[in-house]
């Protein structure tokens, strides 16, 4: 007597993690700013070094608008809600985490993994923005002071 096992498939879903506040407030400002105009890397950039007083969601504006030209493509950012993290969000935190922990070395291989040489001092200056200028919940410094 010969038996036949039913194969079962599982769907391999990606892994549910709490989303950090900041990504939330991200998440939140890439949907305003998906139908504003795209920014120039290099020109954004020069605009917000100006003013040492920008708040942090000046540079999460710039760096959304900027991102995909980064990039070479649009990021994918999900929605609010949405419980899961989309590779781009993982790197972009993991590059927040590590400009706050003071980890260059983990920084410096973030950016050059994804960016060409050209962007990476751009998007490492925005990002350093948003990590100096926002807290772990997502508001800006200056507004928790």
């Not at 781009?88 to 973030?110: C, K």
Request: some cysteine; proline content about 4%; hydrophobic content about 45%.
């Amino acid at each position: 007597m010969t038996m036949i096992a039913a194969a079962t498939t599982t769907v391999d879903r990606p892994a549910t993690l709490p989303v950090p506040d900041i990504l939330r407030r991200l998440r939140r400002d890439a949907a305003r700013t998906r139908a504003s105009a795209r920014l120039d890397l290099f020109r954004a950039c020069a605009m917000l070094s100006t003013d040492r007083g920008v708040a942090g969601r000046a540079y999460i504006d710039t760096f959304l608008r900027t991102l995909e030209q980064g990039l070479g493509r649009a990021p994918v950012i999900y929605c609010e809600a949405c419980p899961q993290m989309s590779f781009d969000e993982r790197w972009i935190m993991a590059l927040v985490d590590a400009q706050r922990r003071g980890d260059r070395d983990s920084f410096a291989f973030l950016l050059c993994s994804r960016l060409p040489c050209a962007a990476r001092r751009h998007v490492g200056f925005l990002i350093a923005g948003i990590a100096r200028t926002t807290v772990a919940d997502g508001t800006d410094v200056r507004k928790t002071a």
